[in-house]
Nanobody
């Protein structure tokens, strides 16, 4: 049974930092892309960042470039989202997800590109 367990959310002030963690289990993810989405109240779920489990390669939505960093620790089997310079607009429930890497190498940014989802962790940024 595949599970993705997200953790690390919480409350931060604008300009502050938080680090989210995602612990995937239940299958081999070496040919998968791991990613983070977020969903603010009354808004659609939005792609944030993605990383290939093998070989690296990352992709970010424009609004977080230069502020967020996605990474993975193969030894610990964890995926991280380091968030800095947080803004109130970053307030959302953040979801870890995983999906097969595309043959052409492009990163999917649609929620339909990812088959497995974690339970979400709340991030709240106060002004």
């Amino acid at each position: 049974q595949v599970q993705l367990v997200a953790s690390g959310g919480g409350l931060a002030q604008a300009g502050g930092s938080l680090r989210l963690s995602c612990a995937p289990s239940g299958r081999a993810f070496n040919k998968y892309v791991m990613c983070w989405f977020r969903q603010a109240p009354a808004k659609e779920r939005e792609f944030v960042a993605a990383i290939r489990w093998s070989g690296g390669g990352t992709y970010y939505v424009d609004s977080v470039k230069g502020r967020f960093t996605i990474s993975r620790d193969n030894a610990k089997n964890l995926v991280y989202l380091q968030m800095t310079s947080l803004e109130p607009e970053d307030t959302a429930v953040y979801y870890c997800a995983a999906g097969p890497a595309s043959v052409g190498g492009a990163f999917g940014t649609s929620k339909y590109d990812y088959a497995y989802w974690g339970q979400g962790t709340q991030v709240t940024v106060s002004s």
